[in-house]
């Protein structure tokens, strides 16, 4: 699919454009973590100063276990700590001097990164308080927090539950809870939603709010032609409301426990595979049910974005099934997929909903055949192109128009961590191919990649300022000190970096929306 139709009846479009790949949690300003308040507006500016069309993030929901957006402990849900404590202030439901108190903590440990736990645990506390500040002023009985409140109860107050629950529990995954709850006897939901009414409704505030100031977010981006490209992981994180609500969908055992768990061969990334650990869908289950599931999480997604990747696309044609007892992902096996009826459902129920396919990795001519299918674009990433054939296809000669490429992904090294990685040999490959010399190669990769047939093309913030591996976002299969890098203040007001993406995009014939 080359072009569509959104909701509002405006046309999009894939042919020559190009983005930026920032998550939010990665803007900077003084609360710790990135939020979607004037810095997230400031670097909307910056794109639309640059003639970017597509400002990429990865999953928008709530992080689990070490901060990874793609464990979340639910694929509804949006990420409470994106909330812009600012505008609670606005609003009057947090004192101005709490959040001073904020960030006070905050500035001591200003780095880099950011500690998950530590800034989560401290917002946390911040977003308590301004809940109370609202409820005291009756905000749950405004219009537009009800009607959020009914138009998201399909997936809402399973998610309330959940979440108060996992409070309750001191954090211990659902399986752990008391078997009556792990069953999901009614009496006992019924009496767990009665003792934990008042935690429930904190959990629909904030994720009324997080909804309010994305769609003005996401408002503001429209109005200068910047659309965003949002993720979908193909599989969700066992300790997730949706896995504790759904048990029937998934394959479990009558304790809860996972017969077998999703993950990836040895590969690029690792020698031994990645055991990703998540639980496998129950598909036979899922087709019975006119994959109403996976229509209601696209349909959700897509309230807050313009278009989708699919992460590990290969999934929908084979997984890769590993027995839950096994530490790796060696003994893992291929076990056939739904294939594209997902993906029909998806069109029948929604229309046409305009995708990228994360088809990296072990992928075979049947994947490829599913994804030309579906017509969806495939995607090449730069770095993986200096490999040892000439015609390799991640090179930005051997692209096709209808793909989508990539300098490197948030899995990747940054560029410039790579190129220093590589030996001798492998330097003098890259320097060859681009013609230029170790100074400045970052910059000549991403004029290849801009050149390039690609429809589009996109680049990491990271790679923009030439940062090494210290700002590298994801290092696949380690657990600890990932996803909490953020870019300085300095960076989003480095006027010669987007003036220079700017000249390079419209040389290019790149062009963001309606430009």
Same mark, same amino acid.
């Given at each position: ?14 042919? *020559? ?36 069309? +597509?400002?990429? $993030? ?25 909330? /812009? ?7 009057? +439901? ?23 736990? $530590? ?37 809402? %107050? ?10 309750? #529990? ?20 019924? %009496? ?10 904190? $959990?629909?505030? %904030?994720?009324? &709010? ?15 032609? $910047?659309?965003?490209?949002?993720? !979908?992981?193909?599989? &969700? ?47 036979? @289950? ?12 696209? @349909? ?33 096996? +291929? ?17 046409? !909903? ?17 994804? /030309? ?17 000439? /015609? #390799? ?16 992904? #948030? ?6 961590? +790579? ?52 700002? *590298? ?43």
């Amino acid at each position: 699919m080359d072009a569509w139709v959104n909701e509002e009846g405006e046309m999009g479009s894939w042919e *020559r454009s190009s983005g930026v790949l920032l998550h939010p949690t990665s803007l900077p300003g003084p609360d710790g973590v990135g939020s979607l308040g004037r810095y997230a507006r400031r670097w909307v500016d910056r794109l639309e100063e640059a003639g970017q069309r +597509w400002w990429q $993030v990865l999953p928008l929901n709530p992080p689990g276990h070490g901060g990874s957006p793609y464990s979340a402990s639910s694929a509804f849900a949006g990420n409470a700590m994106l909330i /812009d404590l600012e505008a609670l202030v606005e609003a009057g +439901w947090l004192a101005s001097s709490e959040l001073k108190v904020y960030r006070a903590l905050c500035a001591r440990g200003q780095s880099e990164r950011f500690d998950v736990d $530590v800034i989560g645990e401290a917002k946390g506390e911040l977003l308590e308080l301004a809940y109370r500040g609202w409820r005291g002023g009756g905000g749950e009985s405004g219009v537009g927090y009800q009607k959020f409140v009914q138009g998201a109860s399909g997936w809402l %107050e399973d998610y309330a539950l959940y979440t108060a629950l996992k409070e309750r #529990h001191e954090g211990r995954s659902w399986q752990a809870w008391p078997a009556p709850l792990v069953r999901r006897d009614p009496e006992a939901v019924e %009496e767990a939603q009665r003792g934990l009414s008042a935690r429930m409704e904190r $959990v629909r505030f %904030e994720q009324w &709010v997080f909804s309010e100031q994305w769609k003005t977010l996401k408002a503001y981006a429209a109005e200068r032609g $910047v659309c965003v490209l949002g993720d !979908v992981p193909i599989f &969700v994180a066992m300790d997730s409301a949706e896995v504790w609500a759904s048990r029937d969908l998934f394959e479990l055992g009558a304790d809860g426990a996972p017969e077998a768990v999703a993950g990836v061969p040895p590969d690029y990334f690792s020698e031994t595979g990645q055991r990703w650990g998540n639980p496998l869908y129950d598909w036979g @289950r899922m087709a019975e049910r006119g994959y109403d599931w996976w229509v209601g999480r696209v @349909r959700q997604v897509m309230t807050m974005v313009d278009a989708l990747r699919i992460d590990h696309f290969r999934g929908f044609e084979s997984y890769w099934r590993i027995p839950a007892d096994a530490p790796t992902a060696v003994d893992g096996r +291929w076990v056939k997929g739904p294939g594209g009826a997902v993906f029909k459902a998806i069109e029948e129920a929604l229309g046409e !909903v305009p995708m990228v396919a994360e088809d990296l990795g072990i992928i075979t001519e049947k994947v490829r055949a599913l994804r /030309d299918e579906l017509g969806l674009m495939g995607m090449r990433v730069m770095q993986f192109g200096f490999e040892g054939e000439e /015609d #390799h296809p991640f090179l930005p000669h051997t692209y096709p128009r209808h793909c989508a490429a990539y300098t490197g992904t #948030h899995d990747n090294d940054t560029t410039q961590g +790579w190129y220093e990685s590589l030996d001798e040999l492998g330097k003098h490959g890259v320097r060859t191919y681009v013609s230029h010399a170790d100074e400045g190669i970052v910059w000549a990769m991403i004029e290849m990649l801009w050149a390039s047939k690609a429809d589009l093309v996109v680049v990491p913030v990271q790679d923009l300022f030439e940062l090494g591996s210290q700002a *590298r976002m994801n290092v696949p299969g380690v657990a600890e000190d990932n996803w909490n890098w953020r870019m300085s203040e300095a960076m989003l007001e480095d006027e010669p970096v987007y003036e220079r993406l700017g000249r390079l995009t419209r040389e290019c014939r790149r062009r963001g929306k309606g430009k």
